[in-house]
């Protein structure tokens, strides 16, 4: 396998300059650097711009399926075409385009993307990314390992457990050839009917959510790996799903300022390297109606001028509704990069895109200058993490790094600490063996979110098994009919205590009857949220509830402990919970959480 030095010595003749390591800004690093962008063709400068998705698990290899995929959606059959007919600069990984089936195989479609890319001539290595959030959001699964979501870790409140996920999760990504994670998420989640962020976000608080993103960034970028902070200019506060419409922030800028600014300002202090933007819109930032992934003010004139950052700008996904509401898809990117944008990412259409990007750079909308502005701080960021000297992995060793036992006992440990316990009446909590030895399991079960092994019922009971309960799964799920509560009920009755698990409770829902209609049974329930701590609101009768703000296995598995009494629950509210019959009343405060 060629070295990225060698390579270099046969196309761009720079080689000498080339071994910057993480002086990207040292002397002479970024005349090397435009030593580089001058030999570039126009297509090739495009081509940089741009972070796309292909399907399949290898780079020239790919099931039929996926070949057809590539076929219909770029008009190329593997990602190794894709990459010699539009010289990209990034690939985003999704489960759903089949790139993560297991550790081995993602590093060997990693090395195949980059063999693929320097075989071209001036072939640069491929910046490769993905949205490892964890929690909600995860696009590599088990046997990586898996922590509890950004929620989940405002609770526990730990800068050092954030810092050490980001370690752990960047030594992991890097082993497997990803070197760009679109996380952590610096939205302040103030708007408990956000159907987008949630508990995507690690709170309601701005310094503490800033506090926690600028750990995590330090701990991906001690490892090696790009940290992203996420939606510019703030995603926190809408009741619109900017993947399906176009959100309208109301803040002021005053507002603003206190609060979705404070996290960002975080993450450029902790030197975060890259940016992604928001497909929202914020009159107080942008008068004109445009998305802020569009809006020159915000991007360049907020973002660059007034918070001082020059790291790379990454667009969210071009395909989401928010970006394409205004303007067709031709525009989007020109727009996205006349705004200040640097990288574009997975445009609905590439070829559109890319020649839309061309014909303006032919017509003088884009200068060269403008794109090679983008083009220096994107090979800055490669060369800062050593892809220009080091672009690939060792596939043997990815195990012994991957999902190690010490990595995966890091996590449980954490999980740990963020377990929040809401609710607890007259010492139901911790359950114990000798009188609530036989327990059943109800609630819903969603789809696994990042490759866990799910579903949360069967997890849930399985762990109180573990632990010593004869415990029995029955998934009612997230609407529960007439007769699967009537099943419900009856298996209670036969058990010594109930743990049902609820997933974004609504008034009147099929949940909340399904809860009351189980207290009534007189056997003692304990309510576990699996998602968003709210639903506490609407289940007054639990004499206990516990909030895990996610349904990956790591977070159940804690909870299984919490209820058992093998530890103490720890976690605090990073978000207030408000009343349900009166949402102008906090029912529970930030910083509430119970223990024993």
Not at 192 to 210: K, L, M, Q, T, Y
Not at 233 to 247: I, L, N, Q, R
Not at 403 to 411: D, M, V
Not at 491 to 508: M, Y
Request: charged content about 20%; overall charge neutral; proline content about 6%.
């Amino acid at each position: 396998m060629p070295s990225r030095r060698t390579v270099l010595a046969a196309t761009a003749g720079v080689t000498a300059g080339l071994a910057v390591g993480t002086g990207a800004h040292a002397l002479g690093a970024d005349d090397t650097l435009r030593a580089l962008i001058a030999r570039m063709t126009p297509e090739e400068k495009v081509g940089q711009l741009f972070v796309v998705r292909v399907y399949g698990d290898s780079a020239t290899d790919p099931d039929q399926a996926d070949v057809d995929a590539n076929l219909k959606e770029i008009g190329v059959r593997t990602a190794a075409e894709l990459i010699g007919t539009y010289r990209v600069g990034g690939i985003i990984y999704f489960t759903w385009t089949h790139n993560t089936r297991d550790p081995r195989q993602i590093a060997e479609l990693s090395n195949g993307i980059q063999r693929a890319s320097l075989a071209q001539p001036r072939g640069l290595p491929v910046l490769i990314a993905t949205d490892q959030e964890h929690g909600a959001v995860c696009r590599i699964g088990r046997p990586a390992t898996l922590f509890p979501g950004a929620m989940a870790m405002g609770a526990g409140g730990s800068r050092t457990d954030a810092r050490t996920l980001g370690r752990i999760s960047g030594a992991e990504l890097r082993a497997m050839g990803v070197r760009q994670d679109y996380s952590p998420d610096a939205d302040v989640n103030v708007n408990p009917a956000n159907p987008i962020i949630g508990v995507r976000s690690f709170g309601a608080g701005p310094e503490a959510v800033g506090a926690l993103v600028a750990a995590e960034v330090a701990g991906y970028q001690d490892a090696g790996v790009a940290a992203t902070a996420k939606h510019f200019p703030g995603h926190g506060d809408t009741a619109v799903d900017s993947h399906t419409g176009f959100p309208v922030i109301t803040h002021s800028r005053e507002l603003w300022e206190k609060l979705d600014a404070v996290p960002f300002r975080a993450a450029i202090a902790a030197g975060v390297d890259s940016i992604m933007t928001a497909h929202i819109q914020f009159p107080a930032l942008d008068g004109s109606g445009d998305p802020a992934t569009l809006s020159h003010p915000v991007l360049t004139g907020i973002l660059r001028d007034e918070l001082g950052y020059d790291g790379v700008v990454v667009t969210d996904s071009l395909g989401m509704a928010g970006v394409r509401t205004k303007y067709g898809d031709d525009r989007v990117p020109v727009l996205a990069l006349k705004a200040g944008a640097d990288q574009l990412l997975d445009p609905p259409t590439l070829d559109i895109a890319f020649h839309a990007v061309l014909k303006a750079l032919q017509d003088g909308e884009l200068t060269e200058s403008r794109l090679d502005e983008s083009l220096l701080r994107i090979l800055r960021l490669k060369s800062r993490l050593g892809l220009l000297d080091r672009p690939y992995v060792n596939a043997k060793d990815v195990g012994r790094v991957v999902g190690t036992a010490r990595h995966l006992a890091a996590a449980d440990r954490i999980a740990e600490r963020t377990t929040t316990l809401l609710v607890n009446e007259g010492g139901l909590l911790p359950l114990s063996r000798r009188t609530h030895g036989t327990v059943l399991v109800v609630g819903p079960d969603p789809d696994s979110p990042s490759g866990t092994t799910g579903p949360p019922t069967g997890v849930l009971a399985a762990a109180l098994t573990g632990l010593g309960f004869t415990a029995t799964a029955l998934p009612t799920g997230t609407e529960p009919s007439a007769a699967t509560v009537d099943q419900a009920v009856a298996a209670a009755r036969t058990a010594d205590a109930v743990v049902v698990g609820t997933c974004n409770v609504t008034a009147g829902g099929g949940q909340q009857r399904l809860v009351e209609r189980l207290v009534a049974t007189g056997r003692p329930v304990v309510a576990v949220a699996v998602r968003n701590p709210y639903d506490v609101a609407h289940l007054p009768s639990v004499r206990a509830c516990l909030a895990t703000y996610s349904w990956t296995d790591v977070e159940l598995r804690a909870a299984a402990r919490v209820i058992a009494g093998r530890v103490a629950p720890r976690g605090r509210l990073p978000v207030p919970v408000q009343r349900a019959d009166d949402p102008a009343q906090v029912l529970y405060p930030i910083g509430h959480g119970l223990t024993y």
